[in-house]
């Protein structure tokens, strides 16, 4: 048995170790917005995000998803270290919520990721890969924005984010528009080398981001116009030895556990990552090539121990992501030794590294990060659900508006509620009908009939006219609900009065008709 996990991965190492290269060039610059945006240390992004891929990648159910701190968690963040009034204070409530999401792992809480429904789910990767191309073509034109809402809008509106995609029009750095270019071009193209022997085993987006810090050396030596400033490049903190590495961290203080806010901080953060994570499952899922399906419960125990420990290391909270997950996808990842890998790669960078991925200009992460969002909204996606027909267009369609104008646990509430409007639509149309030959009629329960079949079963009731002959059959049902029941035995009192002759077909076994068994 060990010996075939061992050479299932080995088959695949090929595929993930390019990958993790990618995932950890896109993770790096959000881990550091994101704790930016949070009012948060720079480290502990980067805390987050090396427990997500060294830890959590290992005790995950899932192949592909990544872990790490994300950004629709940075505005409770924000909030809880005003209002707790200290970052230790908030890590003892990522603690406590890393101990609330193990707990509702074990309380098989995961099956909540189940109930949405697919067109939303699809919904929701597409609105995510139109944010990325609205909030990265800021960081592809030159535009002096941060990272912190690459992933999701948080509490900014959709009228800001646009118009500032708009005004990154009329600040256009030239430098990092040939840099962007050029890379995205590089990513498109390279799949023409795919039959090469060597070629097909480098990464498009390393040779993207080799492109992007080789053209800015070159600028800043001999055309300076050209170059990009520093703000526009990776901004890692420096460590020029272990001992200052571990100085950067920051431990939590026990004493909050007397404070009632750290407690409902926790909750908070427990039950929104917990959301965000089943999302990101959900859609990784979907995204997976070979098709594996991830065990919830497990996931949310995986999440909790991560946030335990990044909590305890002075960490962010994190959950699984869905932009690095599918950045992970389109590189070529193929089992969790790429999530591994990149949290690897991140250690290793902070350690040893930051000096030279200092270099690396944000318009290359931007070219990837555009590149993925449109594979994530490519317009056959938009063709696909419409040739499904409106029944699964819509809740897809509503489902990018609202998450668009709203934010990402607002706009799937806005899917759901939409997706659900739908099925009970179907379930209405299709659970009975009604068929007639002269004057006899045949009221069948094509499936198992609740109280939001009763208008429709009144409906077809008071079609009947008197001195006919009705047939109820019920053999295709197992549950009958009490208010169709009652709708049925009204009908029986009546029948007799218009001269109708009713006759119930297979209702012997039938608790629910037991009653009847005497028509």
């Not at 009204?490 to 037991?514: C, M, P, Q, R």
Request: charged share 15%; glycine share 8%.
């Amino acid at each position: 048995m060990i010996h075939k996990h061992i050479q299932y991965y080995s088959k695949h190492f090929k595929d993930d170790a390019p990958a993790s290269l990618v995932v950890f060039l896109v993770a790096l610059p959000l881990c550091l917005g994101i704790a930016l945006a949070s009012g948060a240390p720079l480290f502990s992004g980067l805390i987050a995000g090396l427990v997500g891929g060294l830890l959590v990648s290992m005790l995950s159910g899932s192949q592909l998803c990544v872990s790490g701190p994300a950004a629709g968690l940075t505005v409770i963040v924000f909030t809880a270290i005003e209002k707790l009034g200290s970052f230790q204070g908030l890590l003892v409530a990522v603690v406590l919520a890393g101990i609330f999401q193990l707990a509702l792992g074990y309380l098989r809480a995961g099956i909540i990721g189940a109930f949405f429904p697919s067109a939303v789910i699809e919904g929701m990767l597409a609105a995510i890969g139109l944010i990325l191309i609205i909030k990265q073509i800021p960081h592809a034109t030159g535009y002096d924005t941060s990272y912190e809402g690459d992933e999701s809008y948080m509490q900014e509106t959709a009228e800001s984010s646009f118009l500032e995609l708009f005004d990154s029009f009329s600040a256009i750095s030239l430098g990092a528009v040939i840099i962007s270019s050029v890379a995205l071009l590089i990513l498109i193209g390279w799949g023409f080398f795919k039959s090469h022997p060597i070629l097909k085993f480098i990464p498009a987006p390393l040779i993207a981001v080799i492109w992007g810090v080789g053209f800015n050396e070159w600028a800043m030596q001999f055309a300076p116009d050209f170059a990009v400033s520093a703000k526009h490049l990776v901004s890692l903190p420096i460590t020029n030895s272990p001992k200052e590495f571990f100085d950067n961290f920051i431990f939590p203080d026990f004493q909050y556990l007397t404070n009632p806010h750290t407690y409902v901080v926790a909750a908070t953060i427990a039950i929104i990552a917990s959301l965000e994570t089943l999302l990101s499952l959900e859609a990784t899922d979907k995204l997976d090539p070979l098709k594996r399906i991830s065990p919830t419960n497990r996931e949310l125990k995986a999440q909790g121990v991560g946030n335990i420990v990044s909590g305890l290391l002075g960490g962010l909270p994190m959950t699984a992501v869905i932009v690095r997950s599918a950045a992970n996808i389109n590189s070529g990842g193929r089992t969790y030794v790429s999530c591994f890998l990149h949290g690897m790669w991140l250690l290793l960078s902070v350690m040893f590294l930051a000096t030279f991925l200092n270099m690396i200009p944000l318009a290359c992460l931007s070219a990837i990060l555009l590149h993925t969002g449109y594979k994530l909204a490519n317009p056959s996606v938009f063709k696909r659900f419409y040739k499904k027909g409106m029944s699964q267009f819509l809740p897809f369609a509503i489902t990018i508006v609202a998450i668009l104008v709203t934010d990402l646990l607002k706009g799937m509430v806005i899917g759901v509620v939409i997706g659900l409007f739908f099925v009970i639509k179907a379930n209405y149309q299709a659970a009975i009908t009604l068929s007639k030959d002269n004057l006899n009629y045949l009221l069948s329960f094509n499936k198992d009939v609740s109280f939001l079949n009763k208008a429709l079963l009144r409906k077809f009731i008071l079609q009947i006219p008197e001195n006919s002959t009705v047939i109820i059959d019920a053999s295709k049902t197992d549950f009958v609900d009490y208010d169709i029941l009652e709708v049925i035995e009204e009908f029986l009192e009546s029948a007799a009065e218009d001269n109708i002759t009713v006759e119930l077909v297979n209702f012997y076994g039938k608790k629910k008709f037991e009653r009847y068994a005497r028509i």
